[in-house]
């Protein structure tokens, strides 16, 4: 149990273009969903926390406008990077906690996804 | 701010030695902490503790908090080479809403040689 998807795995794109990643939980409905970044042996650092049907609550210093993020239901959430340039290309990493699992406190990732912005 | 700070930040050890991982925090609202091990991709959780005192074991790996001294180790004993990995702590606050965050260290990349 508690499985979570993400797509696409990779992503290479041109400069200003926008990119939509998906996060999916497969066995449990995701009540939170919290999407992060991840440098280059760095850790993770969280951008936004969302709740199904709400807005999401982004961190400090990270542009809601240009990091859209929807959860239009309890096991999908996107986050769509808005007219991407090469400093946003970084590892993003989603993870959701929901009711039905043994932990409701656990954060359970997905498998990342590799954005490249040329 | 919180802070969540790991120990050593990087070691190499021989397959069969066994490994201790730190990790102390300063942290509002504590919640849990929890270790994951990130190899290629994303993390994958290995324990959640909420307890001090409480050992938590599953398989060779085991981990301790300390919430006195704000503090939690995690062991791995008899390493392997699937061992190899960046070890993350985190610790989980509460938020005004209700809600909780996770805030992550910087983790320890653990080698393990054949």
């Known amino acids: 149990g508690a499985v979570v998807s993400q797509h696409p795995s990779w992503v290479i794109c041109k400069s200003g273009t926008s990119v939509k990643i998906e996060c999916r939980s497969l066995d449990f409905q995701a009540t939170t969903m919290f999407w992060y970044r991840q440098f280059p042996k760095q850790s993770l650092m969280l951008m936004a926390t969302?709740?199904?049907?709400?807005?999401?609550?982004?961190e400090q210093g990270v542009e809601k406008d240009k990091f859209l993020i929807n959860h239009a239901s309890l096991t999908l959430s996107t986050l769509t990077v808005t007219s991407a340039h090469p400093e946003d290309s970084s590892f993003y990493i989603c993870s959701a906690q929901g009711r039905g699992l043994a932990s409701t406190d656990t954060q359970y990732f997905g498998p990342g996804t590799r954005l490249t912005v040329l | 701010e919180d802070k969540v700070v790991q120990s050593p930040l990087s070691l190499v050890v021989h397959e069969g030695d066994t490994v201790t991982l730190n990790c102390s925090y300063e942290?509002?609202?504590?919640?849990?902490l929890l270790w994951y091990k990130q190899e290629k991709k994303a993390p994958t959780f290995l324990f959640m503790l909420t307890s001090s005192g409480i050992e938590k074991k599953s398989g060779r790996l085991s981990s301790i908090l300390d919430k006195k001294e704000l503090f939690s180790i995690l062991n791995i004993t008899a390493t392997q080479t699937g061992d190899s990995a960046i070890y993350l702590c985190?610790?989980?606050?509460?938020?005004?809403?209700?809600?909780?965050?996770?805030?992550f260290g910087a983790g320890t990349t653990v080698t393990v040689r054949a």
């Open positions: 942290v509002t609202n504590f919640r849990s």
């Open positions: 985190a610790v989980a606050c509460f938020e005004a809403s209700n809600d909780y965050k996770l805030s």
């Open positions: 969302s709740n199904e049907g709400s807005k999401a609550t982004y």
